[in-house]
């Protein structure tokens, strides 16, 4: 069975899927539905992820990596 099932919450924001072999990603959402964390399946014991920041007018602002790398962007008045 080659399917991939997917889950949402009752914003219709994605909360975890399950892929075709069984491995699960899992979904973690701010108030507005924007996925803050994004957390992967295992390997080697650990499950790594991924992270987001938003500012109020719902730019990124922050981005983790999965390695722990994080990148800051500012934007000005022009929202660029």
Known sequence: NWTTQYCYNANGALTY???PYGQRTDNENDRYNRPTKII???V????????????????VTL???RNGHITRTTYNAYDK
């Open 17 to 19: 899927k399950i892929d």
């Open 40 to 42: 992967y399946p295992e």
């Open 44 to 59: 080697d014991g650990v499950r790594p992820f991924e992270r987001k920041e938003y500012d109020i007018f719902g730019n």
């Open 63 to 65: 981005f983790e990596d």
